[in-house]
């Protein structure tokens, strides 16, 4: 099956700080999303992304899917930011399920 | 707020014992998907159903099965409790089948006592 890296697994930011983090992908994919797990463990929808670039506020996020990997951009970082970041994929052969990575754990300090 | 819901939030229960777990999609959605998050497995893939009818299968147990009613709701039983059971257990929703958007609930946690 696809295997997701992320990178790195952890990261840790002063207040305002800029941040890139990096998902692999192993295989073509139908559908790729961002979200942002809480401290309260909700997962929050960021980006549906298979391909290409999307802005939204201090966020923004590009798919190369022809080079199978995913960038996270978050600029002038806040401590509400803090939290895990999972890329997840599906595959085109199985349509349907997300394939999670392991996270990466951001915290930013003030 | 994602759209979807889910109950309860949390739920402690004893070994052996059987739950079941409710979901309420999005309005519209027809695909209903259910993900666990422990800490030794990380967000794995349960089930899915489309329209009431299973679409496709992750690594669920056995002991654990699901259904989605005619009003598109979904339920997760789990039966013969363990205690690596204890997990969050999510669903999501989506438009349809195929590489939509999956939006997710809140969660319900699960602990085994």
């Known amino acids: 099956g696809i295997q997701v890296e992320q990178s790195p697994p952890d990261l840790i930011l002063q207040e305002g700080a800029n941040s890139t983090l990096r998902c692999n992908f192993s295989?073509?994919?139908?559908?790729l999303q961002w979200f942002h797990q809480n401290p309260w463990g909700q997962l929050i929808n960021l980006f549906y992304?298979?391909?290409g670039t999307k802005q939204n506020g201090r966020l923004s996020a590009t798919t190369v899917a022809t080079e199978r990997y995913s960038l996270l951009y978050i600029s002038s970082s806040q401590t509400t930011d803090s939290g895990v970041y999972f890329c997840?994929?599906?595959?085109?052969?199985?349509?349907?399920?997300?394939?999670f990575g392991t996270g990466t754990r951001l915290q930013v300090f003030p | 707020d994602s759209g979807v819901t889910q109950t309860p939030k949390h739920l402690i229960t004893a070994t052996g014992q059987r739950v079941t777990l409710r979901c309420s999609p999005r309005?519209?959605?027809?695909?209903v998907y259910w993900y666990q998050q422990s800490l030794d497995q990380g967000l794995q893939f349960l089930i899915q159903y489309y329209n009431g009818e299973e679409r496709a299968k992750g690594n669920i147990l056995e002991r654990f099965s699901a259904q989605q009613f005619p009003d598109l709701h979904s339920e997760l039983n789990l039966s013969s409790l363990e205690l690596g059971d204890s997990a969050l257990y999510f669903c999501?929703?989506?438009?349809?089948?195929?590489?939509?958007?999956?939006?997710f609930g809140p969660g319900t946690r699960l602990t085994v006592t």
């Open positions: 997840a994929v599906s595959g085109t052969y199985n349509t349907d399920k997300l394939i």
């Open positions: 992304i298979p391909s």
């Open positions: 295989d073509s994919v139908n559908n």
């Open positions: 999501a929703s989506s438009e349809g089948q195929g590489g939509y958007e999956q939006y």
């Open positions: 309005s519209g959605d027809l695909s």
